[in-house]
T-cell receptor, first 115, second 113 residues
């Protein structure tokens, strides 16, 4: 199984809502990532977990809250988002972080619209 | 410091003709270089990677890329385009000791029938 599964595929939420994005992989990878991608732009790194511990936080606003409950799951909790947060949110995994030739496996993403 | 420049934001080719997507990089040390492809509303998929072994790298779906240190380039090629190749392509660099990957701005490939 070489898949990274993300749910939901689409999400529409108001600025006062609380929602969560979920990501799952069963490849035994110990590094998991959240990226944000605006239309026609490259992905931007948000968070990296290594062995279930937050390793990198790219100065992301606190309205985004990541969680890694175990080595296979990664969540992104959303609260009080702004319309400019509308984007494709991609989850990725790799065997470990810090390897020069690390290959990332991406999920298909959650298309988020904030009204 | 590391950076990557994709020289063309859009490339159009006819089906069956060659594809060339250009990428130049900057890195303080010998980098690792990757090409990823993204089809509409999908995640990214690794096409190929260079990690200081052979300078000509073969990837999936008939794509290949050549690492040229003297030109700091890593251009992606395919001898004959297929309609299914239409997608966004990202050149990605990782310098030694870098905390994360650096993505290029992307090249949208259109394949005309």
């Amino acid at each position: 199984d070489t898949e990274v599964t993300q749910t939901p595929k689409h999400l529409v939420m108001g600025m006062t809502n609380k929602k969560s994005l979920k990501c799952e992989q069963h490849m035994g990878h110990r590094a998991m990532y959240w990226y944000k991608q605006k239309a026609k732009k490259p992905p931007e790194l948000m968070f990296v977990y290594s062995y279930e511990k937050l390793s990198i936080n790219e100065s992301v606003p606190s309205r985004f809250s990541p969680e890694c409950p175990n080595s296979s799951l990664l969540n992104l909790h959303l609260h009080a988002l702004q319309p400019e947060d509308s984007a494709l949110y991609l989850c990725a995994s790799s065997q470990v972080i810090g390897m020069m030739d690390e290959k990332l496996f991406f999920g298909s993403g959650t298309q988020l619209s904030v009204l | 410091a590391q950076s990557v420049t994709q020289l063309d934001s859009h490339v159009s080719v006819s089906e069956g003709t060659p594809v060339l997507l250009r990428c130049n990089y900057s890195s303080s040390y010998s980098p690792s270089l990757f090409w990823y492809v993204q089809h509409p509303n999908k995640g990214l998929q690794l096409l190929l990677k260079y990690t200081s072994a052979a300078t000509l790298v073969k990837g999936i779906n008939g794509f290949e890329a050549e690492f040229k240190k003297s030109e700091t380039s890593f251009h992606l090629t395919k001898p004959s385009a297929h309609m299914s190749d239409a997608a966004e392509y990202f050149c990605v660099v990782r310098g030694r000791g870098a905390r994360q990957l650096t993505f290029g701005s992307g090249t949208q490939l259109t394949v005309l029938p």
